[in-house]
């Protein structure tokens, strides 16, 4: 079930320079999500910015009752949001979007992130840890941040910055190219830069691994009702938005 | 305490238990607002715009923000009429809904031929959109030249027993001569505004947002052009008026009602709040309770210009 909740900042912080996380108060929205499903907020109660923003769950905590998000101010949108102080309340809908399939059990599974797309993957690796063996490969560009928690999630964090300020110097891909070729995973899980999913992609293929993306697309309603999130999915239309935001990678169309 | 208000509206024998509607394409075909709303509180349900074939619409970005605003250029996207017959409609009318159709076509046979299947089944009208700006070969064509107008209101309406009502264009020159056309033409009522073509700009990438380069904009920014044709509109014809256009709030219903509008449909509202539209229901109740109105009726074209 899908909720609009009024929902109360508990806390609102800088991490690294452009990134915060905030957490939020939910009674109704908390009790329904699940790993890779996101909310869309409202950041003021005015027409401008008018449309609500997409944002992925990073946590969620049912003992306080709070969601946690972590985002990247890139805009107006996000830029008010990081404005938002202790006690405010803020319109969500949500839980939205179909969530990570995480029925598995006794795998060796590789976790990959980049940027900003590494918010999700902490409730994901909650869901997968113990259960399975998990390896979670992390690019960043230059500053690292989530790495100390989700070490408290998997079995290994391997790490790769694009200015080599920390861990392996280069793309993360490359990262988990060779552990593919050296060890065996069974199932990936990658969500980042469009970029980074087509290279996934590409491995996934190459060495027969099934993979779980998490797609971001430009959205109107975030329920399914506009249209405007549309991707091609084994040649048929789907919705990112109730469809997705993740899909197998080999069903997905992930060129322009 | 609970004193009863009228706030059924006669949309030229198309009847609504009140004048809240959805505006097409933005309210998917009602199901996806279950878990927010009522949907059956709806005065109707005008559902995403259906070709005869199913469409796939445009390349993503689809949708860009703007001031107040959104552009949108889905490009029509749907599964065709016979999915929504077989697969929408019959859900739609047990919940004891008043279920529009929004067409759209490529030709005004495909547009008769859609009007001749839907009138065998059991939605309550037709809602003909000849402005849909998305489309190259339909949309703007139909709908901004007043004999083309004529011509295909009345084939429409040849093929059908139903009520028609036509959605205008935003994008002409004169909105009063398109209106007298499609009443010429014989439909039975009148529904405006559709989008306003706009574009929008990325000036890092040097390319437009969106993927059609052009779209139509919706949503707040477009309520004054809306409310202004809306009334130049209802000064011009006799046949009943459905007003959109950046419709967020009772007041903005009242302010469509009060320059002539028979009932109102909310569009891009839905995606800023997804029960908009049961809560406005609740709120115009309200509205008339407090302002000692019996009868809604009452507040249509009840403006006082200067
Ligand atoms: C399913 C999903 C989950 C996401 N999860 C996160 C997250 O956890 N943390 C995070 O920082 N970001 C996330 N994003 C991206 C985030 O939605 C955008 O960065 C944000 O909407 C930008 O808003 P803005 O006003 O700051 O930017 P502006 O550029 O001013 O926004 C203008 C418009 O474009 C849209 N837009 C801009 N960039 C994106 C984008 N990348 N994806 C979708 N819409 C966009 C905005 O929503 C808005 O409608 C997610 C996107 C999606 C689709
Ligand atoms: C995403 C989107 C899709 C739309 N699709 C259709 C459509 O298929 N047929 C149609 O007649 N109008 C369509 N419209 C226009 C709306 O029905 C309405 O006329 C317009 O958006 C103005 O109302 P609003 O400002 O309340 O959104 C669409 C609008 C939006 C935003
Ligand atoms: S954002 Fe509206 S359908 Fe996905």
Same mark, same amino acid.
């Given at each position: 079930m899908k909720y609009i909740e009024n929902c109360t900042v508990n806390k609102n912080e800088k991490i690294i320079d452009d990134i915060y996380r905030m957490e939020l108060k939910s009674n109704k929205i908390v009790k329904d999500s699940k790993a890779g499903q996101f909310l869309e907020i409202k950041v003021n109660n005015l027409n401008y910015p008018l449309l609500r923003r997409p944002i992925s769950i990073n946590e969620i905590n049912l003992d306080e009752n709070l969601l946690v998000i972590y985002y990247k101010t890139v805009g107006k949108g996000t830029k008010i949001l990081s404005q938002v102080k202790k006690g405010e309340k803020l319109s969500v809908v949500g839980p939205l979007g179909n969530g990570f399939d995480t029925s598995y059990e006794g795998l060796n599974i590789g976790i990959v992130g980049g940027g900003i797309g590494i918010a999700p993957l902490v409730e994901l690796a909650k869901s997968l840890y113990q259960k399975n063996n998990v390896n979670i490969y992390l690019g960043f560009n230059d500053k690292p941040y989530l790495i100390n928690r989700l070490n408290e999630l998997s079995n290994i964090v391997k790490v790769s910055t694009v200015s080599g300020s920390y861990g392996y110097k280069g793309f993360i891909t490359e990262v988990l190219e060779k552990d593919i070729k050296e060890g065996n995973l069974d199932l990936l899980y990658a969500c980042g830069p469009k970029g980074m999913l087509k290279k996934i992609k590409d491995i996934a293929k190459e060495f027969n691994i099934r993979c779980q993306v998490s797609l971001e697309e430009r959205m109107g309603c975030g329920i399914g009702a506009c249209l405007g999130c549309?991707?091609?999915?084994?040649?048929?239309?789907?919705?990112?938005?109730?469809?997705g935001p993740v899909f197998w990678s080999n069903e997905v169309n992930l060129d322009e | 305490m609970s004193k009863k208000v009228d706030t059924s509206v006669n949309l030229n024998g198309l009847i609504l238990k009140n004048p809240i509607m959805t505006a097409s394409g933005t309210f998917g075909f009602g199901k996806e607002y279950e878990d927010f709303m009522d949907i059956s509180k709806l005065g109707a349900v005008v559902v995403k715009g259906l070709t005869l074939k199913p469409k796939k619409g445009n390349k993503t970005p689809r949708i860009a923000e703007t001031p107040s605003g959104i552009l949108n250029s889905i490009g029509l996207e749907n599964p065709g009429v016979e999915h929504f017959i077989k697969e929408e409609l019959s859900y739609l009318k047990r919940k004891g809904m008043t279920v529009i159709a929004n067409i759209a076509g490529n030709t005004i046979e495909e547009y008769c031929e859609m009007a001749r299947i839907l009138n065998d089944t059991e939605c309550d009208a037709i809602e003909m959109n000849? @402005?849909?700006? %998305?489309?190259?070969? +339909? +949309?703007?064509?139909? +709908?901004?030249?007043?004999?083309? $107008?004529?011509?295909?209101? @009345?084939?429409?309406? *040849? *093929?059908?027993?139903?009520?028609?009502? $036509?959605?205008? @264009?935003? %994008? $002409?020159?004169?909105i009063k001569e398109i209106a007298k056309s499609v009443e010429k033409g014989g439909a039975d009522c009148l529904s405006l505004i559709n989008t306003l073509i706009g574009m929008a700009v990325d000036i890092k990438t040097r390319r437009p947002i969106l993927k059609n380069n052009i779209g139509g904009l919706s949503g707040p920014a477009i309520k004054p052009v809306a409310l202004r044709m809306v009334w130049q509109v209802s000064n011009t014809v006799n046949i009943p008026i459905i007003g959109m256009g950046g419709i967020t709030s009772i007041e903005d219903v009242i302010e469509f009602l009060l320059v002539g509008a028979n009932a109102v449909a909310i569009g891009t509202g839905n995606f800023i709040n997804p029960a908009i539209n049961s809560e406005l229901v609740d709120k115009l109740e309200e509205y008339l309770i407090d302002n000692n109105i019996s009868n809604v009726n009452e507040l249509v074209g009840k403006i006082e210009p200067y």
């Open positions: 549309s991707i091609e999915v084994n040649g048929q239309m789907k919705k990112v938005c109730v469809d | 000849i @402005s849909c700006p %998305n489309v190259k070969k +339909g +949309g703007v064509a139909f +709908g901004t030249d007043k004999d083309v $107008v004529y011509k295909i209101t @009345s084939e429409v309406k *040849n *093929n059908l027993d139903k009520p028609l009502i $036509v959605k205008l @264009s935003p %994008n $002409v020159t004169d």
